[in-house]
């Protein structure tokens, strides 16, 4: 998940919210492993991507080319670096991983907290 984030915060920084893969690539994740990740979040609906492989099925290339309602939608929710480390410190302690939905549930009730106790209600 830490990837997806960095996925959509970096299509949300992108000037032509164009995102190449290659500028993705680390230690941690190869162009492989950034190439299938935007394609299971474009299936998610979270953006539109473009995966080039060749014919022995190794990635060529690979852009994230807009997001969607839902993409920003999930990236509002874990946006915040204190969100998203409260987050994952839950999750590492309870039960290790989660799916979106309950990750952006739970961003959600942590800002609406946050925001609650900044305006004293």
């Known amino acids: 998940m830490d990837l997806v984030r960095r996925i959509l ?7 032509d919210g164009v995102v190449d893969g290659e500028a993705l690539v680390s230690d941690a994740h190869d162009l492989r492993s950034v190439a ?4 299971i979040m474009q299936q ?6 473009m995966v ?3 014919v022995t099925g190794e990635v060529q290339s690979a ?3 807009g997001l969607t309602w839902q993409g ?8 915040s670096d204190k969100v998203w480390a409260k987050i994952k410190l839950a999750l590492r302690k309870s039960i290790g991983s ?9 961003g959600v009730k942590l800002g609406t907290a946050a ?3 900044q305006l004293g209600i």
């Open 98 to 106: 989660a799916s979106w939905e309950t990750i952006r549930s739970v």
């Open 115 to 117: 925001l609650e106790a």
């Open 52 to 54: 080039g492989d060749t």
């Open 63 to 65: 852009f994230a080319d």
């Open 72 to 79: 920003q939608d999930f990236l509002a929710s874990i946006r």
């Open 9 to 15: 915060i970096a299509m949300e920084e992108s000037d």
């Open 44 to 49: 998610a609906g979270f953006l539109t991507a």
């Open 36 to 39: 299938y990740h935007f394609a």
